[in-house]
């Protein structure tokens, strides 16, 4: 089992960027591939970004491909998303999550099976 803790998140103008961070409690961080999503009010929660257990695979939603980064350190069992260009959509509660099969950057929200508090992401015009 796996706890995860988003933090980074904040108010930020349009164009800007912030880095969110998700810390995994327990030894067995690397076998989890990880992902970002994100829920705005009145919307349903939507992918965002996946990252496998070896950082060799990754998957962006079509909306932040080359704005976002998913990386991952598994000996600071921590995930990371460097958001850059934020814009106004961007608003949202952003949560990380653990999937167990590993090898995988899953884009449904179904394949995790561990979910963090989420942070909120807020982007002024």
């Known amino acids: 089992q796996v706890q995860l803790v988003e933090s980074g998140g904040g108010l930020v103008q349009a164009g800007g960027s912030l880095r969110l961070s998700c810390a995994a409690s327990?030894?067995?961080?690397?076998?989890?591939?990880m992902g970002w999503f994100r829920q705005a009010p009145g919307k349903e929660r939507e992918f965002v970004a996946a990252i496998n257990w070896s950082s060799g695979r990754t998957n962006y939603a079509d909306s932040v491909k080359g704005r976002f980064t998913i990386s991952r350190d598994n000996a600071k069992n921590t995930v990371y998303l460097q958001m850059n260009s934020l814009k106004p959509e961007d608003t949202a509660v952003y949560y990380c999550a653990a999937d167990d099969t590993g090898y995988g950057a899953s884009t449904r929200g179904t394949a995790y099976e561990y979910w963090g508090q989420g942070t909120q992401v807020t982007v002024s015009s």
């Open positions: 327990g030894r067995t961080f690397s076998r989890y591939a």
